[in-house]
T-cell receptor, first 114, second 115 residues
Framework: QKEVEQNSGPLSVPEGAIASLNCTYS??????FFWYRQYSGKSPELIMF????GDKEDGRFTAQLNKASQYVSLLIRDSQPSDSATYLC??????????????FGQGTTLQVKP | DGGITQSPKYLFRKEGQNVTLSCEQN?????MYWYRQDPGQGLRLIYY???????QKGDIAEGYSVSREKKESFPLTVTSAQKNPTAFYLC??????????????FGSGTQLSVL
């Protein structure tokens, strides 16, 4: 079992719809959870982070964390063609908060169609 | 402007050759990291350094070497022992606030290919 799993997609949604991206992790002691957006050939950029159970909203983005189910998701409201990218879920494994080590999922490719 | 500079953007390696990827940051960050990304894959940690003159292996260190002689610089050498070096290499740095949500700053990456 991979430590951080994402559906590679592509996930295709129409412009204006809600895109839902999901991520599961295997280590129950994982501490912090990050969503990065990566355009093709570019470096990842941080979209959201979350470390407490529940929802965290920032503009059109909402991160949801359920530690009991070991599940973290990213919702993108009013999806735009410019949101088309690969979204990487990253997790801080137990004991790594000081080192900054992250374990990444393989990413989900999102396509927003006009 | 503060940031991380990786060079070169593209690099080609011949059989049996060692090549070095440059990573320089002017963010005054203590911690620096090297990740490898294969097509359709996430990032995998090669090496990381939390302080000058000290570094630790990540999950896929075999065939790679690093040095950290200066705070600003963390070069990665891909040795001839790395049999499948073709990948996108990303350097990152992180501040030292102690917060668990301290984010990584990434460079623009180096695409390494084998001739």
């Amino acid at each position: 079992q991979k430590e951080v799993e994402q559906n590679s997609g592509p996930l295709s949604v129409p412009e204006g719809a809600i895109a839902s991206l999901n991520c599961t992790y295997s280590d129950r002691g994982s501490q912090s959870f990050f969503w990065y957006r990566q355009y093709s050939g570019k470096s990842p950029e941080l979209i959201m982070f979350i470390y407490s159970n529940g929802d965290k909203e920032d503009g059109r983005f909402t991160a949801q964390l359920n530690k009991a189910s070991q599940y973290v998701s990213l919702l993108i409201r009013d999806s735009q063609p410019s949101d088309s990218a690969t979204y990487l879920c990253a997790v801080t494994p137990p004991g790594s908060s000081n080192t900054g080590k992250l374990i990444f999922g393989q990413g989900t490719t999102l396509q927003v169609k006009p | 402007d503060g940031g991380i500079t990786q060079s070169p953007k593209y690099l080609f390696r011949k059989e049996g050759q060692n090549v070095t990827l440059s990573c320089e940051q002017n963010l005054n960050h203590d911690a620096m990291y090297w990740y490898r990304q294969d097509p359709g894959q996430g990032l995998r940690l090669i090496y990381y350094s939390q302080i000058v003159n000290d570094f630790q292996k990540g999950d896929i260190a075999e065939g790679y070497s690093v040095s950290r002689e200066k705070k600003e610089s963390f070069p990665l050498t891909v040795t001839s022992a790395q049999k499948n070096p073709t990948a996108f290499y990303l350097c990152a740095s992180r501040g030292s606030s102690g917060k668990t949500n301290e984010k990584l700053f990434f460079g623009s990456g180096t695409q390494l290919s084998v001739l």
